[in-house]
RNA sequence: GGCCACUUGGCUCAGUUGGUUAGAGCGUUGCAUUCACAUUGCAAAGGUCACUGGUUCAAAUCCAGUAGUGGCUACCA
């Protein structure tokens, strides 16, 4: 019999164990069939992990992804269950591309132009190479067990043809369109962007009013003003009764007068400034939709490098941030500033990746109808098959409270910008010659053909993510049919509306189906504070300088415990290292229990109990496994977990293992429980479990593949009598410690005690060995008088000290008798609580009454 | 402005459908080291469950309101 180092050494296992499950090819449920360790019928259960952008490395948010998901996939792929988890990068277009230009300037003081689309699209994919491969190997060192030879990239050739297949699709449907719309243009980082990449910024902005005619109206940005010739005013708006819609006026304006045209509409608020304002539809959304809504005339006033075009006349070619004092400047020498409000308070819209300030643009682009119904499915718009799977429980989201927040987002969802103008993703797969347009899967035939220069928003790629990685388009593909819809996705509550809305709209459009049956949300890793980790605070912890320290296990179980749903969580380096100390407990646990196994055995039965210790902790086991399953199903991973380790410390640990040093003979019975807790700590700890199982049981059999050890037991079915008999022992030994650190009698000094139990004297006498072992007590007497537990002191007892230390104890169970006595005593608690529950109260008033008396008559024999 | 979440001992959090004297880990205090583990064990101190009101025989738990914190979202130019 091998026996264990002294303490875990994560290292010396890790490596090897990930590489021997990987040489297995154990991850693939298709070599799981093969060996036979999973039946072919059996349920399928599928994961598609979410792609991580290849942007650079891994941080502690992917570690506790893959860590929740690997949870998932281990327990039901012990569970029997074919199971499947999917990995894959996302080429995250604007992110990488962003990245990589600003490399480029840092490390070369180049553009992208100066090297010119090819090279430049070189230079991305070389980076995002090697980011890849960074990435995939932190997954491994994660003890991720996902199917590399399933291995997927949002920017490869399937994803690609998958990508252009829907294109073809939406737009045979109508459902894709090129038009002229206001979009927002992201000019640092010269491409169109959604709305769902802007990040709003407050700050602090000068608000002017200006006279315009017979108006004052307000703005914060003078800049746009030199096309405003529409002056618009609520419709009930008394001050501004006498003028009416569509009345022309003319107005001395910035350059010259102009001609203005009063709109009245509901849209404007009537408290705000003075009520008026001009509008200038091509750089505001809202303004858009108001010339749309009238027809009124657009006018492009900023060009795509945020400089004024000709319109601005002197000020034409500035910068729209230095023209704005000196167009105010202008407006006051020619009498029109009213007045500036130094401290009005906007949002500014940047762009999430380059922190360009965004500047509303009207301009052709490609969109996603989200209005428009959509025949073979039953004529529903995108927008109405969003809302119904998840109306319809088709996909539940975990937690639930983010349906209102995805129902809401959904409400407000415009049509969808598709195109981008940067060079890193997939090509739009438009051609066109002269006035022709050709839009397909592959290239038309002919010559003369121009493909369109734009590419696709990153996240229409990833919307196909989970059947693009299974197959589609080939409708057939056995992986489709086998994994498809998935079971559950797992991930972050940020990308709600970024991802996950978007698998759904285009699964549901497609396929016709959900994508996911569940969507599981995890919340942010935050540091010890509170706060986001970033480079700039150097709050970053890195999961694998936290692996190399304190091993894989360890920093799982920290990304796991105490990670409830939809809740961001506070990690500190502590923390870790806190559950290092669990991992080298369990390996002693075992180490302890190997000592006194004869001979270890798999596929054992539950041995028969002996003693009543043993049909505790049994019956503990039954109980533990039984809750840890049905949370683990319930996506409480962080309860489940916390049972277990109760489990494994507290119970087996600190009681059972010290009783078995006692009672002996306990290989059967240790060799069982070691089975089961490996096993049922193996998704959460998959290294240290398999290492004990193999140093334990031989390398011959995976502990990752040995069968889940679901309890035989359903819940509810257990008889507690017999626990509670030994929670008695449990009691008078944890008394007398108690007792005895009190006194501060030397804790290896064997004394004597007495003990006053009434009817349990049995269960007392029954364990009096245990009893004595672990009290440290070389003589147990039993009395019938006195109190329930007191010690034979060598001396008598300093009555000075006992006598404030019983009255105290006196007084507290004094309080805790007479709130019971009152409230058994209320003849309303009586009447209306349920009987077990009185009669419960009952009892513990009872109880608490001879425990009362007890110590009154052991104070009255102190005096 | 709207919506959502959170508020429990010094810190991090449990507390499942209302029913023992509200639990755990870290930290703190005292004691212990030839016996699986000091990456340990034993014992202890520490909480008016944010506040106010309501429902109920019974509220940390349900309802309403208030305050604070965080987040999402919106067309106040």
Redesign the pocket.
């Known amino acids: 019999m091998t026996e264990l180092s002294?303490?875990?050494e994560p290292k010396q296992y890790e490596d090897a164990i990930y590489k021997k499950w990987e040489e297995s090819g154990l991850f693939n449920p298709d070599v799981c069939v093969e060996k036979g360790v999973t039946e072919p019928k059996s349920e399928h259960f599928s994961i598609v992990l979410p792609p991580p952008n290849v942007t650079g490395t891994l941080h502690m948010g992917h570690a506790a992804m893959l860590a929740i998901e690997d949870v998932m996939v281990r327990y039901h792929r012990m569970k029997g269950d074919r199971t499947l988890w999917v990995p894959g990068t996302d080429h995250a277009a604007i992110a990488t591309q962003a990245k990589v230009e600003k490399l480029l300037i840092e490390n070369e003081g180049k553009t992208k132009y100066d090297l010119g689309r090819p090279e430049f699209l070189k230079r991305v994919e070389k980076f995002a190479q090697e980011s890849h491969d960074t990435i995939v190997n932190q997954a491994r060192k994660m003890g991720a067990s996902l199917d590399w030879s399933r291995e997927a990239y949002t920017l490869d050739e399937k994803r690609n043809l998958a990508v252009r297949t829907v294109f073809k699709k939406m737009y045979d449907d109508g459902l894709i369109y090129r038009g002229h719309r206001i979009v927002n243009w992201d000019p640092k980082g010269q491409t169109v962007i959604s709305?769902?990449e802007i990040v709003?910024e407050e700050r602090k902005n000068k608000f002017y009013t200006f006279k315009y005619g017979p108006f004052e109206?307000?703005?914060?940005?003078p800049e746009t003003k030199f096309g405003d010739k529409y002056v618009v005013m609520h419709p009930d708006d008394k001050r501004y009764k006498k003028w009416k819609h569509m009345q022309k006026i003319t107005v001395e304006w910035i350059n010259a007068p102009i001609e203005a045209t009063v709109i009245k509409d509901p849209?404007?608020?009537?408290?705000?400034?003075?009520?008026?304002?001009?509008?200038t539809p091509w750089h505001?959304?809202?303004d858009f939709a108001l010339a749309e809504k009238y027809k009124l005339d657009k006018e492009q006033i900023i060009d795509k490098e945020g400089k004024l075009l000709p319109i601005a006349q002197e000020f034409s070619g500035m910068k729209i941030t230095e023209a704005k004092d000196k167009i105010v400047e202008k407006l006051k020498t020619k009498g029109l500033l009213v007045s500036v409000d130094e401290n009005y308070i906007?949002?500014i819209a940047t762009a999430e990746r380059t922190g360009g300030v965004v500047e509303p643009q009207v301009m052709e682009q490609w969109f996603v109808n989200v209005n428009k119904p959509v025949k073979e499915r039953g004529n529903k718009t995108l927008k109405e098959l969003m809302q119904d799977v998840v109306k319809n429980k088709k996909i539940e989201i975990v937690p639930d409270?983010f349906e209102?927040?995805y129902f809401?987002?959904i409400d407000?969802l415009r049509d969808w910008c598709i195109s981008r103008q940067i060079w890193f993703g997939h090509q739009i797969p438009v051609w066109y010659k002269g006035e022709e347009v050709y839009v397909g899967v592959d290239a038309p035939a002919g010559d003369g053909w121009q493909q369109d220069s734009d590419t696709l928003d990153t996240w229409f790629s990833s919307g196909l993510w989970t059947f693009s990685t299974l197959g589609y388009p080939d409708l057939k593909a056995e992986d489709l049919k086998n994994y498809h819809p998935t079971s559950v996705m797992e991930t972050g509550y940020?990308i709600l509306?970024f991802w996950v809305a978007r698998m759904i709209l285009m699964t549901t459009y497609v396929l016709g189906d959900v994508p996911f049956k569940t969507v599981y949300l995890h919340g942010l890793v935050r540091d010890?504070q509170?706060r986001k980790m970033s480079k700039s605070l150097g709050n970053v912890i890195n999961p694998l300088d936290m692996i190399a320290k304190y091993g894989t296990d360890a920093t799982r179980l920290s990304l796991l415990l105490?990670n409830?749903p939809?809740?961001?969580?506070?990690l500190s380096e502590?923390?870790i290292a806190?559950f290092?100390?669990?991992?080298?407990?369990l390996w002693?646990?075992s180490?302890?229990m190997l000592?006194n196994i004869e001979e270890p055995k798999i596929d054992v039965k539950e041995p028969k109990a002996k003693t009543l210790a043993d049909e505790w902790i049994l019956e503990s086991l039954e109980i533990m496994k039984s809750l840890v399953e049905g949370s683990i199903v319930k996506y409480?991973f962080?309860?489940a977990g916390?049972m277990l380790k109760?489990f494994t410390?507290?119970h087996l640990?600190?009681w059972y293992?010290?009783i078995a040093?006692v009672e002996g003979g306990k290989s059967e019975i240790l060799n069982y429980i070691l089975n089961n807790i490996l096993k049922l700590w193996h998704p959460y700890m998959p290294f240290v479990t398999e290492s004990i199982w193999q140093e334990v049981y031989g390398e011959g059999r995976s502990l990752m593949v040995e069968k889940w050890p679901s309890s035989v037991h359903s819940l509810g079915s257990f008889g507690d009598e017999r626990n509670v008999d030994f929670l008695i022992v449990k009691e008078v030994i944890?008394k007398i410690?108690?007792l005895r650190?009190?006194y501060?009698i030397?804790?290896?000094k064997k004394i004597g005690a007495k003990i006053n139990i009434g009817k349990k004297e049995k269960v007392v006498k029954d364990n009096e060995d245990i009893i004595k072992a672990l009290a440290r007590l070389e003589k147990l007497e039993f009395v019938e008088s006195g109190a329930e537990i007191a010690l034979d002191l060598a001396g008598a007892v300093d009555v000075e000290k006992e006598k404030p230390r019983l009255e105290k104890e006196i007084a507290?169970?004094k309080k805790?008798v007479t709130?019971?006595e009152n409230k058994v005593s209320?003849k309303?608690?009586v009447?209306?609580?349920?009987k077990a529950?009185v009669e419960?109260e009952q009892e513990?008033l009872s109880e608490?009454q001879s425990?009362l008396a007890k110590l009154q008559e052991q104070l009255a024999n102190l005096k």
């Open positions: 002294k303490a875990y709305d769902d709003y109206i307000g703005t914060a940005r849209m404007i608020d009537m408290e705000f400034g003075t009520g008026v304002m001009t509008i505001s959304h809202e906007n949002r409270h209102k927040t809401h987002w407000n940020d509306f010890e509170g105490g409830t939809g809740n961001d969580m506070k502590e923390k806190g290092r100390n669990f991992t080298n407990k002693n646990i180490r302890f000592l409480n962080a309860i916390e109760e410390w507290n640990a600190d293992l010290e040093k944890e410690r108690s650190a009190e501060k030397e804790p290896a507290e169970i805790y709130g019971l209320n309303e608690f009447d209306n609580a349920p529950v419960k513990k608490a425990k």
